[in-house]
C-alpha cells in the first residue's frame, strides 16, 4: 500500500513555488560579491563597547577625557596630544580623538569589516591592520577628527613629535619624538607598505 501524501493541486503548486524561490535564493546568495552583502550586514562576533577602546558614532571624546580609548594610550603620547590639545584651542580649533587604544578584540572586527568591506585581507590592510601589528592596540595611536583639527595637527603637530603616518589617513597620527627638531618623516602610502605591518 502507498502512504504518500498526496497535496491538493493548489498546494503543490505553492510548494513548488516555494522551493523554486529557495532554490533561487540559495544561487543569489551563492553569487560572488553578493556573499559579501550578506556577510558584512551580519552584527559583530562579539559585544564591544567602551571598554574596548569604541568611541561611540556621533560622540568623539576630547583628549582630557578618562575614556579607555584616550587614557590607555601611551603615556608620551598622550601627553604630547594634551599639549597639542591646548595649542589648538588657543587658535580655536577643538582637537578630538575618535579613536586611540582599542583591544585587540575591537581590532579584529575593524579588520574582519574591512575584509568584508574590501573584499579581501589584501585590500583591507591598506586600512587597518591585524590585531598583532596595530599600533591602536599598543596604545601608540590616535585618529584625530573632526577634519579641521586633523589639518590643523597636519600643520602644527611636529613641535609635539605628532607626525601623520599614512598619507590615505590624514586623521592618523603617532608620536615621532625626533619630528620636534627634525620634522615628520616621510609618509608611507598607507599600512600595507608600513614594514611594521608584516611582523
Not at 134 to 152: F, K, L, N, Q
Amino acid at each position: 500500500m502507498n502512504h504518500t501524501l498526496l497535496l491538493p493541486a493548489p498546494a503543490r503548486r505553492v510548494r513548488r513555488i516555494v522551493l523554486v524561490g529557495l532554490a533561487i535564493a540559495g544561487v543569489v546568495i551563492a553569487a560572488p560579491g553578493v556573499r559579501r552583502l550578506f556577510v558584512a550586514a551580519a552584527p559583530p562576533v562579539t559585544a564591544l563597547g567602551v571598554a574596548d577602546g569604541v568611541v561611540p558614532d556621533g560622540a568623539p571624546v576630547s583628549v582630557w577625557d578618562e575614556t579607555p580609548a584616550v587614557c590607555k594610550l601611551d603615556a608620551d603620547l598622550l601627553d604630547a596630544l594634551r599639549r597639542a590639545a591646548k595649542a589648538a584651542e588657543a587658535d580655536g580649533v577643538r582637537l578630538r580623538v575618535n579613536s586611540g587604544w582599542r583591544s585587540p578584540e575591537y581590532q579584529e572586527e575593524l579588520l574582519r569589516r574591512a575584509v568584508d568591506r574590501h573584499g579581501s585581507l589584501e585590500k583591507a590592510a591598506r586600512w587597518v591592520a591585524t590585531p598583532e601589528t596595530s599600533p591602536h592596540v599598543a596604545g601608540e595611536a590616535v585618529d584625530i577628527g573632526p577634519a579641521r583639527a586633523a589639518a590643523w595637527l597636519s600643520v602644527h603637530g611636529a613641535a609635539y613629535g605628532l607626525c601623520q603616518i599614512y598619507r590615505n589617513e590624514p586623521w592618523h597620527y603617532e608620536l615621532r619624538p625626533d619630528a620636534v627638531r627634525r620634522g615628520c618623516p616621510s609618509m608611507y602610502p598607507d599600512p600595507s607598505k608600513d614594514p611594521r605591518m608584516r611582523r
